[in-house]
């Protein structure tokens, strides 16, 4: 005979706000951040962009934005609006998950 295991309602909000899992969401969106900043690096032309990188938390999430207007243009790619030539993206917030995850 099989067995069915149950879990408290609300034991998952309650996990996420526990002071470890909320520490370790912290020091995660720190990591994604330095690694951001450090690719931004690579791609300055007027520094804006590296200058908005931040963190926004929320009660049981981080996200690490970047809130320059051409972010996402550099993030994914555009077209030159002068050429019309094709930009690729520099995927510096992509990557940087990448760096942080090891």
């Known amino acids: 005979m099989s067995k069915r295991a149950s879990i408290r309602r609300g034991v998952e909000q309650r996990l996420a706000r526990s002071k470890g899992v909320r520490a370790a969401v912290r ?7 330095d690694a951001a900043k450090a690719r931004a690096a690579d791609h300055r032309d007027t520094g804006d962009y590296a200058a908005s990188l931040h963190i926004e938390r929320g009660a049981v999430d981080a ?3 970047a809130d320059a207007p051409h972010a996402t243009d550099l993030e994914y790619g555009h077209t030159n609006p002068r050429s ?10 992509t990557r940087a998950t990448d760096d942080a995850a090891g």
């Not at 020091?27 to 951040?33: K, R």
């Not at 019309?84 to 995927?91: C, N, S, T």
Request: charged content about 15%; cysteine-free.
């Open 27 to 33: 020091s995660t969106a720190g990591d994604v951040l």
């Open 63 to 65: 996200h690490v934005v």
């Open 84 to 93: 019309g030539r094709w930009i690729d993206g520099a995927w510096i917030m």
